[in-house]
């Protein structure tokens, strides 16, 4: 782990820049503008660029290196990448071991092989760096001081290299307010490759084309601002780039070649007017563009870790109106995967746009299914049949979902190619061996990290067989993971749940034409199947709506509407409960959608009192427990829960995490294995942590209505995952929370 060093240690070095071009006199300037307490020095083989340095006040002194060496305590070379030997040369001499050095070159491997070659060997005091910003100006006078905030810096240490100087470099690029991220040098020239160096040499290319031809001065007086925005960067230094693409240039010549073939797919399919082709390629990647953008702008470049969001629940509140929530999630999932999986073309309506539901289109798009969409809730899925989808560029990333994880494990382990699913950094915490022992048992070849955790590796080929499987647990998820594996199967599946669980995949196969047979406790399908797409009317999430049930049941005075909410009997359990509970609660305008019960829900305040809860209930209100635990901290006496030990596997440990939070805010409580008892009674405010999980946080959230105290409640970034409006539409409602970014 990076050191940590203080602003005021920062405020004893004396920086050394080589080199006053843009870069070098950017982190001078920068130093400069937020009050750096150390010493900036200068060395430049042009003497103007030092004089002009000295006048605009951005350096403290210049000299040969000779003389400034020995003064420096940390050195920034900021030269082109193929001069940087000759500096590392002429610093060889005067090189000590308590002198930090670092580099803003935008190739790495060619600047570590420079150093190796003066020293014989990477000195641990030589932190490789790259920030990644710039502009299409050079030179001392292009200097600007804010220029690496908010902006990255890929650090690339070496395994031996001194966390002391990691951590100096660390302070030193916080400190001009950028964001630093640790990155292998292979891996930081392949990813800069495509996405800065290849657009640099395509704008080079493009503006030297079409200055070449004679309508020259109309095609640039007439340019668009799309050509104009693509082709800034061809205003760049020349001589920079030069020894970048020479740097760089295997991995270069690499994405040259990707580009290359997709410029000709495209040439195919305008030729042949093909416009399947063409769609496909254009929503792919204007879809992967907001998709990513959304992205990258909740998490870090490379560890995925999430925003900090604070949510501030204000005590107090009423509870009044009608609302419909967004679209069940669970569904969502399910309709992409089958309606990419199916022959024609699928329309869903209602679809839940939210992250973990946008991962999973986004998955798909990555395995070459076209896709329109989502536009309002609606999304056109053209599919591939059963056999259609294509191998993935690289590892498909599933967000938060561990339902799409443990889906995408069943189906992907009957496809040709061999495929990665990987997630953020509280997915990859979670087991998986639930749904990869059985998988196992079929044939499938999946390899995992330790304890059967992600990111999964599954290989491709595999000749599955039919499965005969007693769950040890209910889930839905584990078998609609074994189910989708046995579409791919030898023989007929059966799958055995010791509970009755949600049956969204089944009903929705049956929808597609796909027969899966239901018996008791049993569900079975056999291999070799094919469905055929058709509308699907997503309808709104039950799990979703819990929170607003749980929040007018227990503020005086509520009345409240969810509208077309999704009222199958096997997501029913928190109705139940909190019917049994004494929840004022009733089901209205009751109808079937596309094969599955909606219906509103009208619900208005009423006293609560404890209860034991059915254990039957259990799996069929697994996902609501965190806010009915709020139900219960506002009931007479005390309520019980047993047999829910699956709460601890869920995005936290929902048992503890809600214990915990529970204990902030003084609710009185005992904690079991499988479950807790509470007792009802008034409580206060405090500090809780979501610890990331989605459905803590909106609990909490609720919690306020009936607090003394506000709560603040942290680490709610992963809301949007499933519910990307709760804020609005708690407020709507007259709910009192607000969220912060820290």
Known sequence: MTAFVPASALDRETVLVIGL??????????????????????????????????SMGIIDGSGPLDELIPQATLVVIAVPVLAIESVLEAMAPLWRDDLVVTDVGSTKQAVRQSVARVFGYIPPNMILGHPIAGSERSGVTAAQAGLFERHKVIVTPEADSCRSALARVHALWQRLGADVLEMGVERHDDV????????????????????????????????????????????????????????????????????????????????????????????????????????????????????????????????????????????????????ALADGVTEVDGFLEGEDSLATLQAFREMGVVIEGPHDGRVVIHGVGMHGLQAPAGALYVGNSGTAMRLFAGLLAGQAFD??????????????????????????????????????????????????????????????????????????????????????????????????????????????????????????????????????????????????????????????????????????????????????????????????????????????????????????????????????????????????????????????EDGIDIVGGQYGGGTVDSLGDHRIAMAFSVAALCASEAITIQDCANVATSFPDFLSLSASIGMRVQAEEA
């Open 21 to 54: 071009g843009l870069m070098g006199a950017s982190v001078a300037a920068g130093l400069k503008a937020v009050g750096f307490g150390g010493r900036v020095l200068a060395s430049d083989r042009r003497e103007a660029d030092i004089q002009t340095g000295l």
């Open 192 to 339: 800069l490759a495509r996405t800065s160096h290849l657009p640099h040499l395509l704008a080079f290319s493009l503006v030297d084309t079409l200055a070449r031809q004679d309508e020259r001065l109309d095609i640039f007086r007439y340019a668009a601002g799309g050509f104009r925005d693509f082709t800034r960067i061809a205003g760049s230094d020349p001589v920079m780039w030069r020894d970048v693409f020479r740097a760089n240039k295997t991995a270069v010549l690499g994405a040259l070649d990707e580009f290359e073939q997709g410029v000709s797919r495209l040439r195919q399919a305008i030729e042949a007017d093909d416009d399947d082709a063409m769609l496909g390629a254009f929503s792919r990647a204007s879809h992967a563009r907001h998709y990513f953008e959304t992205l990258l702008n909740q998490a870090s470049y490379q560890s995925m870790e999430q925003r900090n969001i604070t949510y501030r629940a204000s005590a107090g509140g009423h509870v009044q109106g009608r609302i419909r929530v967004p679209g069940d999630k669970s569904m969502s999932h399910r309709s992409i995967m089958l309606g």
């Open 419 to 672: 495929t990665e699913l990987t997630g953020d950094a509280s997915l990859t915490r979670r087991p998986m061996g639930r749904v990869v022992d059985p998988l196992r048992l079929m044939g499938a070849h999946i390899e995992a990290s330790e304890g059967d955790r992600p990111p999964l590796r599954i290989k491709g080929g595999q000749v599955l067989q039919r499965l005969d499987y007693d769950l040890p647990m209910a889930s839905a998820q584990v078998k609609s993971c074994i189910l989708l594996a046995g579409m791919y199967a030898e023989g007929e599946t059966r799958v055995r749940e010791p509970a009755p669980t949600r049956d969204h995949t089944e009903r929705m196969l049956n929808g597609f034409g796909y027969p899966v047979e239901r018996s008791g406790n049993e569900a079975r399908l056999a291999g070799g199947g094919r469905m055929t797409g058709g509308p699907i009317d997503v309808p709104a999430d039950i799990s979703s709506a819990a929170f607003f049930l749980v929040a007018a049941s227990i503020t005086p005075g509520a009345d409240l509407v969810l509208e077309h909410v999704g009222v199958n009997p096997t997501r029913t359990g928190v109705i139940a409960i909190l019917q049994a509970m004494g929840a004022d609660l009733r089901l209205e305008n009751e109808r079937e959608v596309g094969g599955e019960p909606v219906a509103d829900i009208h619900v208005r305040y009423a006293p609560l009192k404890g209860v034991d809860i059915d254990p039957n209930q259990v799996p069929l209100a697994i996902d609501e427990f965190p806010v009915l635990f709020i139900a219960a901290a506002n009931a007479e006496g005390k309520t019980r829960l047993r047999g829910a030990e699956e709460l601890r596997v869920k995005e936290s440990d929902r048992i503890q995490a809600m214990a915990d939070g529970m204990a902030v805010l003084g609710i009185e409580h005992t904690v079991l």
